[in-house]
C-alpha cells in the first residue's frame, strides 16, 4: 500500500517538474537552490559566488586620500541608529575628493563586494553614453528594432529608442515586482537566458508616453549596447571606466548562462569603488585633466524628466524638492551613491534594507534622511 502511494506521489512530482519547465517556470528551481534553500527569503547582496559572471578588471588601483579629519567625527546616534535598524553593510563619506568618513557593520570590510543591484542600471547608461561619444552608436534616438529585428514585428515596440529605454518610457509590460517568483524579475535574475526573460515581452502603449520603472527596460538597452561595441559589457565597462577610475578592486557582473550581462542588476563590488563612480559625476566626468565621459550626455542623466515628474534622469534618482539637492544610483534593498554637488560630498551606503520605505514616489525616505544629516554633520 505505502509503496504504491509513493510511486503515485513521484509520479505526480515527476509531472508537476516537466510542467513547470513546459510552462517557462523552470528558473523557480534555481532560485529554490539559490536562495530559499539558503535560509534567505529574496535576493541578496552576498549572492554574487552563486551566479556565473564577467570580471570587471582594474589595472592600476588608486586608493582614496585620506582627509585631515579622516574618521575622526564621530557619527550621531540618530545616523547609527538608522544604519544599524536597516542592516547596513558599508558607509562612506567623501568630500572634496577625499575619504573623511568609512565605516563597516555587520561583519563587512573594505574589501567586502556587494551586489549593486539596480545601481547597474546607472552605470549600463553610462556605458550607452560612452558608445554615443566613441560613434558605435550614431544616435540616441536609434531605434532598439534598428539592432534587433525581432522588435520590428511587435506593436509598440518597434518605435521604442535607446533613450525611451534609458528615461524608463519604453511602455514595456513589465510588472517590477521583487517578490513574485512568477513575475519578470525573477525570471531575469534566476533564469538560463536573459533572451528569453526579454525578448518574449510585448509593449502595452506608446513609447515615451509615461514614465515606468522597469528592469526589462534597462536590459534590452544592455543588448543593444553590448551588440553596437561589439565586445563583453564588463570589459567595456573595464576599460573605458574602472581603469581610469583606479578602481581598488576587480569587480563581477553577474550574467546568464550565455554570458550575457545582467545589465539593469548585479555589479558585485565594494563601497569604495563604488564611491569612485559618485565621484566621477560629482567631477563632471573626469579624472584629473582626462575627461572619460561626456559633460553633456552627464546632463542628460542627471535632467530629471517631465514625464516622470521630476524624479529620475537617465539612471539616476533626482531630489531637487529637498532643500540640499541630490541626484543617485539607487539599488534593491537600499544600495546607494549619493552625489550632493552643492557640498562636494559622494555617499555610499550598502546593505540589505529589506523592507525599504519609498514615501515620495518612489524615492526611498533614507535617501533625504544621510544627505540631510551627513551634510550637516561634516559641512
Not at 122 to 128: E, G
Request: net charge neutral; aromatic share 12%; with cysteine.
Amino acid at each position: 500500500m505505502w509503496l504504491i502511494i509513493l510511486q503515485s506521489f513521484l509520479i505526480i512530482l515527476i509531472i508537476a517538474i516537466i510542467l513547470v519547465y513546459i510552462f517557462g517556470y523552470g528558473y523557480l528551481f534555481n532560485g529554490i537552490s539559490k536562495t530559499y534553500l539558503k535560509g534567505k527569503s529574496s535576493a541578496n547582496i552576498d549572492d554574487g559566488k552563486l551566479f556565473s559572471s564577467n570580471i570587471i578588471a582594474t589595472e592600476n588601483p588608486v586608493l582614496w586620500e585620506e582627509a585631515p579629519g579622516y574618521n575622526t567625527t564621530e557619527l550621531p546616534q540618530n545616523i547609527v541608529d538608522d544604519l544599524t535598524h536597516s542592516h547596513t553593510a558599508s558607509f562612506i563619506v567623501i568630500k572634496s575628493g577625499k575619504l573623511i568618513h568609512e565605516q563597516y557593520f555587520n561583519g563587512y570590510n573594505q574589501l567586502s563586494k556587494t551586489n549593486s543591484f539596480s545601481m547597474a542600471k546607472a552605470v549600463t547608461v553610462m556605458l550607452l553614453g560612452k558608445a554615443l561619444e566613441e560613434g558605435k552608436i550614431k544616435n540616441i534616438d536609434d531605434k532598439l528594432s534598428d539592432y534587433f529585428d525581432e522588435f520590428k514585428q511587435k506593436e509598440f515596440g518597434k518605435e521604442v529608442t535607446l533613450k525611451n529605454l534609458a528615461q524608463m518610457e519604453a511602455g514595456l509590460n513589465w510588472d517590477e515586482d521583487y517578490k513574485n517568483p512568477f513575475l519578470p524579475n525573477a525570471k531575469a535574475y534566476y533564469g538560463r537566458s536573459l533572451i528569453k526573460a526579454t525578448f518574449s515581452r510585448k509593449f502595452k502603449e506608446n513609447p515615451g508616453k509615461k514614465f515606468e520603472y522597469q528592469s526589462g527596460s534597462t536590459q534590452l538597452l544592455g543588448f543593444a549596447v553590448r551588440k553596437a561595441v561589439n565586445q563583453s559589457l564588463a570589459s567595456y565597462l573595464s576599460e573605458k571606466f574602472w581603469t581610469p577610475l583606479g578602481m581598488e578592486q576587480n569587480a563581477e557582473w553577474s550574467t546568464d548562462e550565455s554570458g550575457m550581462e545582467k545589465t539593469y542588476c548585479c555589479i558585485h563590488s565594494n563601497g569604495r569603488d563604488f564611491a569612485k563612480l559618485g565621484q566621477l559625476f560629482l567631477d563632471d566626468g573626469k579624472v584629473g585633466d582626462q575627461q572619460i565621459l561626456n559633460l553633456d550626455f552627464i546632463n542628460q542623466m542627471r535632467t530629471p524628466t517631465q514625464k516622470s515628474e521630476e524624479i529620475y534622469g537617465m539612471g539616476f534618482w533626482i531630489n531637487h524638492d529637498n532643500p540640499v539637492k541630490h541626484y543617485y544610483f539607487l539599488g534593491l534593498q537600499g544600495q546607494y551613491i549619493i552625489i550632493v554637488p552643492e557640498h562636494q560630498m559622494v555617499i555610499v551606503r550598502t546593505g540589505s534594507y529589506n523592507n525599504l520605505p519609498k514615501n515620495d514616489r518612489g524615492r526611498p525616505d533614507q535617501v533625504k534622511f544621510l544627505v540631510n544629516e551627513t551634510v550637516k554633520l561634516f559641512q
